[in-house]
């Protein structure tokens, strides 16, 4: 069976993480796609990445036809879709918030890069967007902009969502680097990587009971992953030319511990690239 597929739609599902790839691969491969994929006129709109693994892995799978009215419906439902997932990021439901708002807004005749907040078009839109997703109508037109400024700074800094995701961009950051990108691609690279749009505050050099506290609570939860690790990580030799014994010992554990394994690794640079090698013995 061949789905077409409309670039279009497909850039309006988030990316999945590298663990939460491999996760629904190993679902996929467990308990088969048992959920229909999507079409629209026969395109697909829904099911992306099953759709990819299932192709890949030579899996079944099978489609469900929804009837909408144009493209822009099309759009609309797939925002909503996305919104319901329980595994959305904050960031990610900004955006498609933000994008369900900038598009209805277009639709109906609205300038996107108006400043005038409190014109009735804008703001019943966005009244219409914050009774859907359960947020207010300030937060939607914020969401907009962040929206608009994601795309721009795609452009030159194509991870820019992974980065927000991971903590190590910011969403001010990603705003303020919008707003030179195209004059200055180099400047806004800059703000993103380094923060300079994030103003520290000021210090009088004496940590206050919420940042101890605040540390103390970090340290207990790197503390609790650490020690659910080490069992897994001691079955493991990272030396340079381990690679068949780093398989094999990776293969043998459970799902379990193959998750913990590669969640930590991810976000050590000690071991910078060590989430692909795992992606690519489970993918063997």
Known sequence: MTIPIDEEFRSLIPPLSDLERLQLEETLEKEGCRDPLITWRGILIDGHNRHEICERLGLEYTTREIVLADR???????YRNQLGRRNLSPTDA????????????QTKGGDRKSKAQNDPLIQSTANEVAAETGVSPATVKRDGEYAESVAEVAEIVPDIRQQVRKGTAKKKDVIAAAKVAKSSPEKAREIVASGKAT???????????AEHKAAWEHEGRVSAAVLKLLPYLKQIDFGPDSQPKFAKAFQSLDGRGRNLVLAMVMHLESVAGLADQLSEIIRK
């Open 72 to 78: 822009d419906s099309v759009k609309q439902w797939m």
């Open 94 to 105: 900004a955006e498609l918030r933000g994008l369900m708002y900038n598009s209805r807004k």
């Open 199 to 209: 103003k520290p505050a000021k210090s009088s050099g004496k940590a206050t009971s």
